[in-house]
């Protein structure tokens, strides 16, 4: 139970801080997001290197101890890296209920990989829950005029991630450490390439050419794309550590938290279009996760 209820508020922070996400990333929507990628990408590998071989002060290798773990990494920082660039060009183009949507679909896409490949139970309740889902996302498919692409690519991205990172049985800061190394090489040549040209957002904002009237955000646009690598390897070392203890299903209910905190930015902050397939679709998967959720609660009152 102690190791649970740790998996639990690990997961619960994790979703916190992702479900503020939008706010970050809005603060530097200036800046083209596949550079934004890139900062996050290096300067993730950064922070996790020196958190795991400073901190930890043990070596990579005496916890991923074959080459074949290495490839397996290498696919799963490759899942990973795809769902965060996406993630910065859906929230920096007006996307944050198509974002928020996706992360609502992704606890039951969880719960049925469970089933598929952990032989986690699929009872009445979640089969239910998931067919719920599906009308949803059919409905707003026909309504719409179009299918919501980017929502089903963040959550199949993320759940698939969640499930190889769960057979893979790694140490969570050292798998992370891996992925994100993985990751640095090509986003360094990148930036390098961007910045000879002239077209890096590390160079365009000079101090020494600063105006603060013209560009009031040129400090904070570097502060933020330096820290985004601590904003994002933190709630993942949490993740992480939270699929270590908890199962994929537990993992699934505690997203809710994340994708509500992006509806609620997108409609109060932003001020997002909300549709009438919008709802539709919004309230099926609400039913069907408040379906999960009561079976989910009766399950764990049960144990």
């Not at 958190?51 to 930890?56: E, W």
């Not at 080459?67 to 490759?78: A, E, H, N």
């Not at 049985?169 to 910045?195: H, Q, R, S």
């Amino acid at each position: 139970m102690g190791e649970n209820r740790r998996g639990l508020i690990y997961g619960f922070l994790c979703y916190c801080i992702w479900g503020l996400f939008p706010l970050y990333w809005k603060l530097i929507e200036h800046v083209d997001s596949i550079e934004i990628l890139a900062n996050r990408m290096v300067w993730s590998g950064v922070f996790m290197a020196i958190f795991f071989m400073g901190i930890r002060q043990v070596r990579l290798r005496s916890h991923v101890k074959q080459p074949i773990q290495y490839l397996k990494l290498l696919g799963t920082g490759s899942m990973m890296t795809f769902n965060w660039g996406l993630y910065i060009w859906a929230i920096n183009h007006g996307y944050i209920l198509e974002s928020s949507l996706g992360y609502y679909i992704n606890p039951l896409l969880n719960v049925l990989l469970g089933f598929l490949f952990l032989h986690e139970r699929l009872n009445r309740a979640q089969t239910v829950a998931l067919l719920l889902a599906l009308a949803g996302v059919l409905y707003f498919t026909i309504d719409y005029g179009r299918f919501p692409i980017i929502s089903i690519a963040l959550a199949t991205s993320f759940a698939f991630y969640g499930l190889f990172k769960k057979k893979m049985k790694l140490n969570a800061t050292a798998a992370l450490t891996v992925e994100t190394l993985w990751m640095v090489p090509p986003a360094l040549i990148f930036i390098i390439l961007l910045t000879v040209n002239g077209n890096s957002a590390l160079v365009n904002y000079q101090p020494w050419h600063y105006n603060a009237l013209v560009e009031p955000n040129m400090y904070l646009t570097w502060l933020l794309l330096f820290l985004a690598g601590a904003v994002t390897a933190i709630p993942l070392l949490l993740y992480g550590k939270a699929a270590e203890r908890i199962s994929l299903s537990a993992l699934g209910f505690l997203q809710y938290v994340s994708p509500t905190g992006q509806f609620l930015i997108g409609i109060l902050v932003y001020h997002e279009t909300m549709t009438t397939a919008h709802l539709v679709c919004f309230g099926c998967i609400w039913a069907g996760l408040t379906i999960f959720t009561i079976d989910m609660v009766k399950g764990l009152r049960k144990r």
